[in-house]
């Protein structure tokens, strides 16, 4: 029987309310996803974290030409995971997006986070963070491409627009993600991937 491991994306503290790239309402599935965690963790299931690391003039940043302003610079506070999730001690982080020249909105991309989830036997993934419709997204479809059954859990992933978020479930479903919510989670951790 193959694994399961959860997938906290971008909980960092330049997304969170407040933050300069705030995901509206971030705060608010921060004890949502503990809940995920505790169950994962109380299965001795594994948990990653993902999270922007970049450097200071990265090329998604508005003064070489990229869409934001300058956020999870490495090393900084706003880089830091948010300090209310109360991740496990073995929890394990995935830094992406680290070269200057390169955007990476997926868990993914240029990552060994495949490698590292095979490695482990684990062929199902459950994802959670920030933002549903960009590193979510991301992350979810290419959890797809590279082979993993995904699950996106709905109850605890916020994004910036309701109308971008919308279109976002739409293509993880037409991409084969399953849309589950903690209600779920039993009946699906119990059955055979």
Same mark, same amino acid.
């Given at each position: 029987?193959?694994?399961?491991?959860?997938?906290?994306?971008?909980?960092?503290?330049?997304?969170?309310?407040?933050?300069?790239?705030?995901?509206?309402?971030?705060?608010?599935?921060?004890?949502?996803?503990?809940?995920?965690?505790?169950?994962?963790?109380?299965?001795?299931?594994?948990?990653?974290?993902?999270?922007?690391?970049?450097?200071?003039?990265?090329?998604?940043?508005?003064?070489?030409?990229?869409?934001?302003?300058?956020?999870?610079? &490495?090393?900084?506070?706003?880089?830091?995971?948010? !300090?209310?999730?109360?991740?496990?001690?073995?929890?394990? @982080?995935? *830094? %992406?997006?680290?070269?200057?020249?390169?955007?990476?909105?997926?868990?993914?991309?240029?990552?060994?986070?495949?490698?590292?989830?095979?490695?482990?036997?684990?062929?199902?993934?459950?994802?959670?963070?920030?933002?549903?419709?960009?590193?979510?997204?991301?992350?979810?479809?290419?959890?797809?491409?590279?082979?993993?059954?995904?699950?996106?859990?709905?109850?605890?992933?916020?994004?910036?627009?309701?109308?971008?978020?919308?279109?976002? &479930?739409?293509?993880?479903?037409?991409?084969?993600? !399953?849309?589950?919510?903690?209600?779920?989670?039993?009946? @699906?951790? *119990? %059955?055979?991937?």
């Amino acid at each position: 029987m193959g694994g399961s491991a959860l997938i906290v994306v971008d909980m960092q503290n330049d997304f969170m309310d407040g933050g300069v790239l705030a995901v509206p309402g971030s705060k608010s599935i921060v004890p949502t996803i503990n809940r995920y965690m505790e169950t994962f963790h109380n299965r001795s299931l594994p948990i990653y974290a993902t999270r922007d690391w970049h450097p200071q003039n990265h090329i998604s940043f508005r003064d070489r030409g990229g869409p934001w302003p300058p956020h999870c610079v &490495m090393f900084t506070e706003g880089a830091s995971f948010f !300090n209310q999730l109360k991740f496990p001690n073995e929890t394990e @982080v995935v *830094s %992406k997006a680290m070269k200057p020249d390169e955007e990476a909105y997926s868990g993914f991309q240029g990552t060994d986070l495949a490698s590292r989830l095979k490695k482990r036997g684990i062929n199902r993934i459950f994802i959670s963070g920030v933002a549903t419709e960009y590193c979510v997204l991301s992350t979810a479809i290419d959890g797809v491409k590279n082979g993993f059954v995904v699950y996106l859990l709905s109850d605890a992933v916020k994004g910036i627009r309701e109308r971008d978020v919308s279109a976002a &479930m739409l293509k993880m479903k037409d991409a084969g993600v !399953n849309i589950i919510t903690m209600k779920d989670l039993e009946t @699906v951790l *119990s %059955k055979d991937p």
